[in-house]
């Protein structure tokens, strides 16, 4: 089944405690990227990357790392969380920049 | 820098009927492609329907369809014949071929029995 999947799905921490979210699909993307949703602002991408080695700023990158050394793999780091980063993620896929994304099941974060 | 504006953070429709969300768009581009996505209570994001800019034709999936100004940079989604199921969040998007996509703030549809 195609898919993307997030892990984990629900988390909380405390400020300053470094975390990684995992992202990962199997239908042998190119393009993947990050979004945060937040009420009101509707979803928001914090980073995307073209292939493997090819990574760049979305609209909302502070505070956040990313990573591509394999096709199937974009993970999203925080080193030091905040409590402004709590929030809804996504991490999304598709075979092309301008083609369906498909979206993984989000990750509800809570920095305290 | 791209921008989407959803103008109405909520509406609401009787089952059955037929109900239009707003979306403009704001870019120096000429070759984009544009999305509505929907959103349920499951939080999953769903595809709706995508248009490309170059197409003057009007894209239709069922009973969903737009309307797609591109001189008034305008997105409209038609929702025909609305069903209980289509009770969600509903975003607009915009994207060109640099990468960086662009929601709207979203629309809270409730369609009601």
């Known amino acids: 089944e195609a898919q993307v999947t997030q892990n984990p799905r629900y988390l909380i921490t405390v400020t300053g405690k470094k975390l990684t979210v995992t992202c990962s699909q199997n239908?042998?993307?190119?393009?993947m990227s990050w979004y945060r949703q937040d009420p009101g602002l509707g979803l928001r991408q914090i980073y995307y990357?073209?292939?493997?080695?090819?990574?760049d700023k979305g609209d909302v990158p502070e505070g956040y790392k990313v990573s591509r050394k394999e096709k199937r793999n974009f993970p999203l780091i925080l080193e030091s969380p905040s409590p402004n980063q709590t929030s809804l993620y996504f991490c999304?896929?598709?075979?092309?920049?301008?083609?369906?994304?498909?979206f993984g099941a989000g990750t509800r974060l809570s920095v305290l | 820098a791209q921008t989407v504006t959803q103008s109405q953070p909520e509406m609401s429709v009787q089952e059955a009927e037929t109900v239009t969300l707003s979306c403009t768009y704001d870019?120096?581009?000429?070759?984009?492609?544009l999305f509505w996505y929907k959103q349920p209570p499951s939080r999953q994001m769903i595809l709706v329907i995508r248009?490309?800019?170059?197409?003057?034709q009007n894209a239709t999936e069922n009973r969903f369809s737009v309307n797609f100004q591109k001189a008034a940079k305008s997105f409209s989604l038609k929702i025909s014949d609305s069903q209980l199921g289509d009770t969600a969040m509903y975003f607009c998007?915009?994207?060109?071929?640099?990468?960086?996509?662009?929601f709207g703030q979203g629309t809270i549809l409730t369609v009601h029995p």
């Open positions: 999304a896929s598709s075979n092309g920049v301008v083609n369906i994304q498909y």
């Open positions: 990357s073209m292939n493997v080695e090819v990574t």
């Open positions: 248009q490309e800019a170059y197409k003057q």
């Open positions: 998007a915009f994207i060109w071929s640099y990468g960086k996509l662009t």
């Open positions: 239908m042998n993307h190119e393009y």
């Open positions: 870019t120096s581009e000429n070759n984009y492609y």
